[in-house]
């Protein structure tokens, strides 16, 4: 009986990225940890710079390690932020005043930053979905556990929220969709587009992307129980930093 042939050994660069993958998922290895550098992986091993390079290019493409310029390669073990689509923009969330993203961080620590928030003139797409050719427009950047995850950018019709706390840094308790309420243009149905790709230069910096990281962009559109739209809002995730869950009734 003719035996089946042997499969090839991997190449040595994929050996030493295995083991140190391993010692990064079985917790040896935590976050922000440095890894063993080229030549501590060349004395190690006997390779050449190109091998050892090769094998943390490994864990930096997988998105388990990133590169610090000057510093070396650290582990980016990061425990995910589960986002539940219909949950955490429940009315009985943001109308009795809890934020919505203490729904995503359950307890985590968050930040914002980056915010700007200026009146602008709404380009096409979005003035035709909020029928309006001027918008206020709130930009940020959230972070959790000190790690950058997610970039926003919400638009409102301006004339709606003219001099409101919607155009300001702080909206208050339960955030754009309460103040929205106050207006008595209350957001009742949201309709969320989801789409992958890679980052733009400027989000890849932003977010402190590594090398080979992609990016989920969500297109969210907030309406009325009328069906007026009173917001646009694009979201540009860390996909490694996220689980997207959705739940269904059969």
Do not use: C
């Amino acid at each position: 009986m003719q035996q089946s042939p042997v499969p090839p050994e991997p190449p040595i660069y994929r050996r030493i990225a295995d083991g140190l993958r391993e010692a990064i998922l079985s917790g040896d290895l935590r976050d922000g940890d440095r890894l063993p550098g080229e030549n501590a992986l060349m004395a190690r091993h006997g390779i050449a710079r190109a091998t050892a390079r090769q094998a943390l290019s490994v864990l930096i493409n997988e998105g388990l390690a990133i590169p610090k310029r000057g510093s070396g390669v650290y582990v980016r073990q990061f425990r995910p932020i589960r986002r539940h689509g219909s949950r955490r923009l429940s009315r009985d969330r943001w109308g009795r005043g809890a934020a919505i993203w203490d729904s995503d961080t359950e307890g985590r620590p968050y930040t914002v930053d980056e915010v700007d928030i200026d009146r602008e003139r709404a380009e096409d797409p979005v003035a035709r979905v909020l029928d309006s050719s001027e918008v206020w427009v709130r930009r940020r950047r959230y972070s959790v556990n000190g790690r950058p995850v997610q970039l926003s950018v919400s638009h409102f019709p301006a004339e709606l929220v003219e001099g409101t706390a919607i155009t300001r840094e702080d909206t208050g308790p339960g955030g754009v969709y309460a103040r929205l309420g106050e207006l008595g243009h209350a957001p009742a149905h949201f309709t969320e587009e989801l789409r992958a790709r890679m980052p733009h230069p400027h989000e890849t910096v932003q977010l402190d992307l590594p090398a080979g990281t992609p990016v989920i962009v969500i297109a969210r559109v907030a309406r009325t129980a009328d069906g007026v739209a009173v917001e646009v809002n694009e979201m540009v995730l860390d996909a490694a930093s996220y689980v997207l869950q959705y739940d269904f009734d059969s």
